[in-house]
């Protein structure tokens, strides 16, 4: 146990416009925690500033007791974040299995002469990561349609195989930037499904952000509503839900 993410006083603004202001969470390692808000409150800013898109104006991040503030996106990667956007971004001329790879790759580097002369040890790396994907990209159905182009596969598995590229990099948090956007009643029920198996199976940790709070307070137990970039309620998901402040920004009174 502990915590996996620590987030203090986290701010950011744009011109004048405070995009995130004053931001603070803790998750606990192996939780699936919620963030959510109205269009426009500050959910994808916090992502970009937790990978390092964006340097916070104010505050501290630290991921597993790191303090990661302020660095690359590369390196926080390496430290341990993978995340997926709010729109998709594979590699559509790639078959699906190679998108997985990609993310593999980040982590078993072989040495440039081995690849260049395709040495035997080359081919043995190539081996366990193809056997890798696979068994990622069965977690999520997609196995079958391992060496289809990314961009032929239907919309929701292309959000799955997001999914499963971002897990290739073994992170220990793992950012969802609304993963069931655009897909129909089933498709979403059976992603977090696939979510929840994700977080039994791997040592992970999960921020899940959601637009629609009937979705989000089914499965995270914890959950922080922002609004106009401020924190409006934060904590239990069931007491959460019952703040007159939520109830009355999600319906405009
Ligand atoms: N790079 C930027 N430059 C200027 N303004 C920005 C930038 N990024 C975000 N914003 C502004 O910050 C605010 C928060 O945007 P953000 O995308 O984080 O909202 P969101 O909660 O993810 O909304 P949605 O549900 O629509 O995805 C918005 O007013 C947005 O216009
Ligand atoms: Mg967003």
Redesign the pocket.
């Given at each position: 146990m502990g915590t996996m993410l620590e987030v203090n006083h986290l701010s950011i603004s744009?011109?004048g416009?405070a995009?995130?202001d004053d931001f603070n969470v803790s998750i606990e390692k192996g939780e699936l925690y919620g963030l959510i808000?109205?269009?426009?409150?500050?959910?994808?800013?916090?992502f970009?500033l937790l990978t390092g898109v964006?340097k916070p104006n104010e505050g501290k991040i630290f991921l597993d007791g790191k303090d990661i503030t302020g660095r690359r996106t590369i390196d926080i990667n390496k430290a341990g974040i993978a995340r997926t956007f709010?729109n998709i971004r594979l590699f559509h001329q790639l078959p699906v299995i190679d998108n997985v790879k990609v993310g593999l790759h980040n982590r078993h580097a072989y040495s440039t002469l081995s690849g260049i002369l395709r040495l035997p040890s080359y081919w043995t790396k190539e081996k366990e990561m193809d056997e890798e994907a696979m068994r990622l990209l069965s977690v999520f159905g997609l196995d079958q349609n391992a060496f289809t182009l990314a961009s032929n596969l239907p919309y929701g598995q292309q959000r799955k195989l997001e999914i499963a590229r971002a897990l290739a990099t073994k992170p220990k948090l793992l950012l969802l930037?609304?993963p069931a956007a655009g897909m129909n009643p089933n498709e979403t029920a059976e992603l977090m499904e696939t979510i929840r198996f994700v977080l039994s199976e791997f040592d992970i940790t999960v921020l899940l952000?959601e637009?629609d709070m009937k979705l989000v307070s089914g499965i995270c137990e914890r959950l922080t509503v922002?609004n106009f970039?401020r924190i409006l309620a934060q904590g239990e998901t069931a007491e959460v839900l019952h703040d007159p402040e939520v109830i009355k920004a999600y319906l405009g009174e």
């Open positions: 744009f011109g416009l995009a995130v808000g109205p269009n426009g409150a500050g959910k994808t800013t916090v970009n964006y709010q930037d609304e952000i637009h922002l970039g």
